[in-house]
């Protein structure tokens, strides 16, 4: 007989939440909060929409302290790492990150990471950091050390020890720039610093999964919960998942175990530029994605717009002249663009442009049409040159 919901055992089945350093910050802001990938977070503060426009227009703050966070030093490390992404990070100079992929020996993705390069001590080792999905944190540290020399290279596991706080908008730089030592404006889009927040080292990036100019800050917990508490005094919007998840989708950025996972491959994905087959040598997975190159994909993740207000969700089948082609691996009603956006994946020969298409919602077709991604672009990022 199955434990009732509300008896012991079942109680004691049910795997308790993780909470970030900042969770009773949220908690004082009303947020409402969901579980995401083992941890309670907040979906919404204020409201999504809201909370996008903000981001969009002026500034918004998201705790992402669930994001795993590692820190490598030791010799050879680019060097070790390049046999585990199609990326040629031997490429960046100190004070750049890469964005790239973990491939598994099908060229399929373990997860999409930022890997910032922090330079090379007089030693001969080389530092870096690197950021990872909070719902693949232990799959990547295991792999990670399965595939790198434990004799010349550590691997120091920050994710539970350090806040990540994400300040994002095109006014993240004058809200942010009070309270950091070091200039913001000379960093580039995807360049770093070790940096002095509130008096305090702090690891600051300029990165983002919004499609707007931000940066990206590693802080110990207390210095994070106080720049948390001064950003909001400084009108900040505090932004949810929700929130992150519209932004990230109208930028189509690939959310990983949706639109990514360890059966589909950086050229499917669209990930192509992150395939460096020309300027580096063998990595993991190499051979799948030259075969790909040499033959041509099956099939490839497009972005799609609705013709009407009917939103096309994860998981619906998409058609076409009524058969079942592909399936959506994210939709969402854009809040900036007024529109229904999607990704979905579709074989390649109906992935140009304008392709007429169809998504099934809950047993009617609706027309949809394969657009060009991103679905917006922002005017206010900055370069990465």
Not at 308 to 320: C, E, K, T
Request: aromatic letters at 6%; charged letters at 20%; proline letters at 5%.
């Amino acid at each position: 007989m199955a434990n009732s919901p509300g008896s012991p055992e079942s109680q004691s089945e049910t795997p308790k939440l993780a909470r970030t350093p900042l969770f009773d910050q949220v908690v004082a802001q009303n947020a409402r909060l969901t579980a995401f990938a083992g941890w309670e977070m907040p979906v919404q503060f204020s409201g999504l929409k809201k909370e996008h426009a903000a981001v969009r227009t002026a500034v918004g703050i998201f705790d992402i302290s669930h994001m795993g966070k590692f820190a490598f030093n030791g010799k050879q490390l680019r060097e070790q790492l390049q046999s585990l992404v199609p990326s040629d990070l031997t490429r960046l100079q100190p004070g750049q990150a890469q964005y790239t992929v973990l491939l598994n020996p099908n060229g399929g993705i373990i997860d999409d990471i930022i890997f910032y390069y922090q330079g090379e001590e007089e030693s001969g080792e080389q530092r870096g950091m690197m950021i990872v999905n909070g719902a693949t944190c232990t799959k990547d540290k295991d792999w990670l050390l399965a595939h790198l020399d434990a004799d010349s290279v550590t691997l120091q596991d920050l994710s539970t020890s350090k806040v990540l706080i994400a300040v994002q908008g095109p006014l993240a730089i004058s809200h942010l720039q009070p309270f950091v030592k070091e200039a913001l404006a000379p960093v580039k889009a995807f360049g770093h610093l070790e940096a002095t927040v509130l008096g305090k080292p702090a690891f600051i990036a300029r990165t983002g999964y919004t499609g707007e100019d931000g940066f990206e800050l590693m802080l110990d917990p207390d210095v994070g919960i106080e720049l948390w508490h001064k950003l909001l005094e400084s009108g900040v919007t505090p932004c949810g998942l929700g929130a992150r998840d519209t932004l990230r989708l109208e930028a189509a950025m690939a959310l990983y175990g949706q639109d990514i996972d360890d059966t589909t491959t950086p050229l499917e994905a669209g990930l192509g530029w992150l395939v460096h087959l020309d300027s580096k040598g063998d990595f993991i997975g190499r051979s799948v994605l030259e075969q790909q190159k040499a033959t041509g994909i099956e099939r490839k993740l497009v972005g799609i717009q609705m013709q009407g207000r009917q939103i096309a969700r994860h998981g619906y089948p998409v058609l076409a002249d009524g058969e079942v082609v592909g399936v959506v691996t994210s939709g969402t009603l854009a809040p900036t663009l007024g529109n229904a956006i999607a990704l979905a994946y579709v074989p390649r020969k109906l992935g140009k442009v304008g392709q007429q298409l169809e998504v099934e919602i809950r047993g009617k077709s609706y027309p949809a049409v394969v657009v060009k991604k991103p679905f917006y672009r922002s005017q206010n990022r900055p370069s990465a040159k």
